[in-house]
């Protein structure tokens, strides 16, 4: 029986097995064990056709929240992932610091808080040194052509609304780079 993740060759190919696995058609992916989106979503499931069009585009996306306030918890809305550097879509989600988000390639040198509880920090990114083997680790079980594409080619990105709780920017906006 042949295994989609160490069967895939590129990035584009770990996006269609993302796609799969968040419409329930493949049951995990190399960095999560899961039922499908809860973690890739933070449970959101109205985020999931947005999810499945980036990583049917070429986004493959590993981790996103929406914005949501309440009871002193509050989150920015966000999706990191990893693209083709040379992909046109790569240019078109850059350009979605035009319409008010970050946009951050990379590790970001200084921490992003992007949930908090109590006005303690929650969920950040950045601030710290990211590990040399992280690619090894999100993605093990990965077949060694696309986790070379990966490592060569891949360009990192958070994409964040900077507003608490705001929801209603950041989908949209990525729908639009991805049409």
């Keep these: 029986m042949s295994n989609v993740w160490r069967d895939a060759r590129t990035i584009a190919d770990l996006g269609q097995n993302m796609a799969g696995w968040l419409e329930g058609r493949i049951s995990s992916w190399p960095g ?10 933070g449970g959101a499931r109205h985020l999931v056709p947005t999810l499945i069009a980036l990583n049917r585009a070429g986004f493959v996306t590993v981790a996103s929240q929406p914005g949501e306030i309440g009871g ?7 999706v990191e992932g990893v693209v083709h550097d040379h992909s046109p879509l790569l ?7 035009d319409q008010g988000l970050t946009v951050v390639r990379g590790w970001p040198k200084r921490q992003i808080v992007l949930t908090e509880d109590a006005r303690r920090p929650v969920t950040t990114i ?9 690619i090894h680790a999100t993605w093990r079980g990965v077949g060694s052509q696309a986790l070379r594409e990966l490592k060569e080619h891949g360009a990192r990105l958070h994409i964040i609304d900077t507003e608490w709780g705001r929801d209603d920017r950041l989908w ?3 729908a639009g780079a991805v049409r």
Excluded: I, K, S, V
Excluded at 73 to 78: D, E, I, N, V
Excluded at 126 to 134: A, K, L, P, T
């Design 32 to 41: 999560y064990d899961g039922p499908f989106g809860q973690e890739e979503t």
């Design 72 to 78: 002193g918890y509050r989150q920015r809305a966000c």
């Design 91 to 97: 240019d078109r989600l850059l350009a979605l610091q």
């Design 126 to 134: 950045g601030g710290w040194r990211m590990r040399r083997n992280d």
């Design 172 to 174: 949209p906006a990525l």
